[in-house]
């Protein structure tokens, strides 16, 4: 089976083309680096010890987009191409709603030209917005309060009116929860321009002296301490779960939606303790204001998954404190520590 990975090279699509290429899938990466590196694909294709093929090409320009499907039978796609910074989208919200509305708009319309209608969609956890009750089914209202999650959100939608009108059509609806880690290799991880905007990668630039201490935003929620709750999921066991979706869709179950999630909560705090232990490094803290926008808790309910998909995450929070510790060192300034191209 051929599978077309747009966003390849970035954080979860790289675990996730590891994963395939481990399980004997074909893949096709396309994505314009906009945030990610060719040697992200170098190290893919070592770790597997396969090959990909590769575009680099951007979702709003639909000829080179057709091109791949000229080029190869896709049988199906996994979509993570997109923009995804929450207080970056608040910042520059047209650039957002273009790059991840109309790509995925030109990549909709591609697939039907090529009678490819089977498609995986990463969503996330943003899309339930504050909830009422915890933990989260997939059955929750929307809603979304940035125009990151908005995008998500219309995308949603966008997909389930496009099974109404065509029920050839084949969708998975992967809501993800918070996905943190590395490959157990140190060889592939997150990779964040400038400062880091979320919690993990913050504290490892603190753990290896690239940053002086972490801000934690808040310790006044209503939460055991204080402190915000989420729900950390390591990244190689979300990659698992796009392999394990893509025999569901198989089944041709219309749009399906699960999420992606422990169904564990971890606050700021015992996420610094757990990388302290994990790394054998303090990681200097100062508790400040809360950040604008954040909600107290979320965790999933993710027990649809595994009734579903016969999916679980297997890895604790030390495995992803580990592994995180192990990118950061090996990697102290991202992919840029290697020739970026081979
Ligand atoms: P990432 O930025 O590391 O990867 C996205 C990739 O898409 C990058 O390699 C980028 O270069 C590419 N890209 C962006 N716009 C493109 C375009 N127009 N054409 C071609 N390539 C393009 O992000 P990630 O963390 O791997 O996230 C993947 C997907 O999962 C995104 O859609 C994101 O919104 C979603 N998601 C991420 C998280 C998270 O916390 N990382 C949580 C929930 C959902
Ligand atoms: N957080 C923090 N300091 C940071 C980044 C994040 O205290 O520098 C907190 C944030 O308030 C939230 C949790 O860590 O409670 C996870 O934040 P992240 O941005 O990683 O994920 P999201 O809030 O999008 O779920």
């Not at 039978?73 to 520059?92: N, Q």
């Not at 929307?142 to 084949?170: C, V």
């Not at 290896?208 to 934690?216: E, H, I, K, Q």
Request: contains cysteine; proline residues 5%; hydrophobic residues 35%.
């Amino acid at each position: 089976m051929k599978i077309l990975v747009t966003g390849g090279a970035g954080y979860i699509g790289s675990h996730t083309c590891v994963e395939l290429l481990k399980d004997n899938y074909d893949v096709v990466v396309l994505d314009n680096f906009s945030n990610s590196c060719q040697e992200a694909l170098n190290r893919i294709q070592r770790l597997a010890n396969k090959k990909l093929s590769f575009y680099k090409a951007d979702l709003l320009e639909s000829p080179s987009v057709r091109q791949v499907f000229k080029d190869h039978k896709i049988d199906a796609v996994i979509h993570f191409a997109g923009l995804k910074a929450v207080g970056e989208s608040t910042c520059i919200p047209l650039k957002y709603y273009h790059n991840n509305l109309t790509g995925t708009f030109n990549l909709l319309s591609i697939m039907g030209e090529f009678n490819v209608k089977t498609l995986v969609f990463s969503s996330s956890a943003t899309v339930y917005g504050d909830p009422s009750t915890l933990p989260i089914t997939e059955t929750f209202p929307l809603s979304a309060t940035n125009p990151y999650g908005r995008t998500k959100l219309m995308i949603e939608e966008i997909l389930q009116d496009l099974h109404t009108s065509d029920k050839d059509w084949n969708i998975a609806l992967l809501r993800y929860f918070n996905p943190v880690g590395a490959h157990e290799s140190g060889e592939l991880g997150e990779d964040p321009q400038g400062l880091p905007n979320n919690l993990m990668p913050y504290i490892s630039q603190v753990a290896v002296g690239r940053l002086p201490r972490l801000s934690v935003f808040g310790a006044d929620y209503d939460t055991p301490d204080g402190t915000g709750v989420r729900d950390y999921i390591h990244v190689t066991d979300l990659a698992l779960g796009h392999i394990r979706t893509l025999p569901k869709l198989a089944e041709k179950p219309g749009v399906v939606i699960y999420n992606l999630g422990t169904g564990n909560g971890f606050s700021v705090l015992e996420m610094i303790n757990g990388f302290e232990k994990a790394s054998g490094q303090k990681i200097a803290y100062q508790v400040t204001d809360r950040r604008p926008g954040d909600i107290a808790a979320c965790f999933a309910d993710a027990s649809k998954a595994k009734r579903e998909l016969n999916w679980e995450a297997g890895k604790s929070l030390d495995d992803m404190c580990k592994d995180t510790w192990n990118w950061q060192k090996k990697n102290p300034i991202g992919y840029r520590t290697q020739p970026k191209e081979e």
